[in-house]
């Protein structure tokens, strides 16, 4: 049974490619700094795909996370609100693919830097 006739049949077994990947993880912050718009794409999609975001500082000190389960699509944004009173300096958001049958399907991080 290939991928899509698996997506139209509920009761089929779930099929997730071996190809799909995190294409792009792109941090972008609002004007107040005290939040990421976080942008995320994928090579290809599948319904039962999870991802794990994670926002550390440069102390290696959580500063955001978010858990997504049942991915929305192949493009998505969201917002992360940042724990720190004070935010700035550089941060590492990293990003982990993941799904029931398979813990780890792509990771992928981006360092950046808030003013």
Request: proline share 6%.
């Amino acid at each position: 049974m290939n991928k899509v006739s698996a997506d139209l049949d509920p009761g089929a077994e779930p099929v997730i490619s071996q190809g799909i990947r995190l294409a792009e993880l792109r941090p972008e912050a609002w004007p107040d700094s005290k939040r990421i718009k976080v942008h995320i794409t994928l090579t290809s999609f599948h319904r039962d795909l999870n991802l794990e975001v994670i926002l550390v500082n440069r102390q290696q000190e959580k500063a955001g996370e978010v858990q997504l389960i049942g991915l929305p699509g192949q493009r998505f944004v969201f917002t992360m609100h940042l724990k720190q009173q004070n935010p700035g300096g550089l941060y590492r958001l990293s990003a982990r693919l993941y799904s029931q049958e398979n813990p780890c399907i792509d990771e992928k991080e981006n360092i950046f830097e808030l003013n």
